[in-house]
């Protein structure tokens, strides 16, 4: 398993969860300002525009200028990209338990034999 | 990766003793995990893990048998492992009767246990389902909003 800065910062991004809770807002409702979110998340609007920066930093949303209001949308790449990436390690453990109980559940069987011939 | 955390569980048909040992001694490692195991089931032993040619350090960190192992990898060449550069991984093994074992692994980058508690039981409540599946859901969302 190789680490890159990219997906640090990815997963660093979805880490904390007043982050979540921000990037789950702004799925839900596509394009949005800082502003009509600080109205719907229970922290501070510096505290959104911080959140909205590692975001953006991560590539999970992206801005722009509609006249004096930035908005935000999600990059969908970028989830679907992380999404697969999740999965993807998901699944190598699930490989890995299901060995683990294969193997386990073998040499269960094995000695219950040799107590009862 | 800092941040990532991952958990998967299963249900084996063993008591935990066994599958205690199925996942802590090295040659039944090298079966279900790296090809190359060398570790002492230590809390604070070094070892490595090799996978094909690539593999790197392990750091034994929790050994309580038959419930609870855990180590770190993934840090750095040359740098110990701590927290922030590295990956844990804990096996959590719950019996469920004489011959059934709970077996759940927790793959994660980031450090829950330094969180207040607060924030712990939050990030507990909403990550029952744990990462895949909240990306999942947010994906979901997404597409059900472009269509």
């Known amino acids: 398993m190789t680490t890159t800065q990219a997906d640090d910062e990815l ?11 921000v990037l789950d807002l702004v799925v839900r409702n596509g ?7 600080a109205g719907r998340v229970p922290f501070t609007r510096q505290a959104v525009a911080k959140h909205l920066v590692v975001l953006e930093q991560a590539g999970l949303v992206s801005r722009r200028k509609q006249g004096r209001e930035v908005l935000y949308q999600v990059d969908a790449d970028r989830l679907d990209q992380a999404t697969r990436a999740l999965a993807d390690l998901a699944a190598q453990w699930d490989r890995r338990l299901g060995a683990i109980k294969r193997l386990a559940e073998a040499a269960h069987a094995e000695a219950k034999k040799k107590r009862r011939p | ?3 990532l955390v991952i ?11 066994v599958v205690w040992r199925t996942i802590t001694e090295p040659d039944q490692m090298t079966q279900w995990f790296a090809d190359r195991v060398e570790l002492v089931i230590e809390p604070g032993a070094h070892g490595y893990m090799g996978f ?16 609870r192992f855990s180590f770190r990898w993934n840090h750095p060449p040359g740098e110990g492992p701590v927290a922030g550069n590295s ?3 804990e096996f959590t093994l719950t019996p469920e009767g004489d011959e059934r074992t709970r077996l759940r692994v927790v793959e994660s980058g980031h450090e829950l246990r330094d969180w ?6 939050r990030y507990a409540d909403e990550h029952r389902g744990g990462w895949v599946e909240y990306l999942d859901r947010l994906a979901s969302v997404l ?3 472009k269509s």
């Open chain 2, 7 to 17: 958990e998967r569980e299963v249900v084996i048909e063993a008591p935990a003793e």
């Open chain 2, 52 to 67: 094909g040619d690539q593999g790197g350090p392990v750091v034994v960190e929790t050994v309580d048998p038959p419930t």
């Open chain 1, 11 to 21: 997963w660093s991004a979805i880490a904390d969860p007043s982050r979540r809770r």
């Open chain 1, 31 to 37: 394009e949005v300002s800082a502003s009509w979110l």
């Open chain 2, 87 to 89: 990956m844990l991984v």
């Open chain 2, 1 to 3: 990766m800092a941040g």
């Open chain 2, 116 to 121: 207040p508690d607060a924030e712990k039981q």
């Open chain 2, 143 to 145: 597409v059900g909003r």
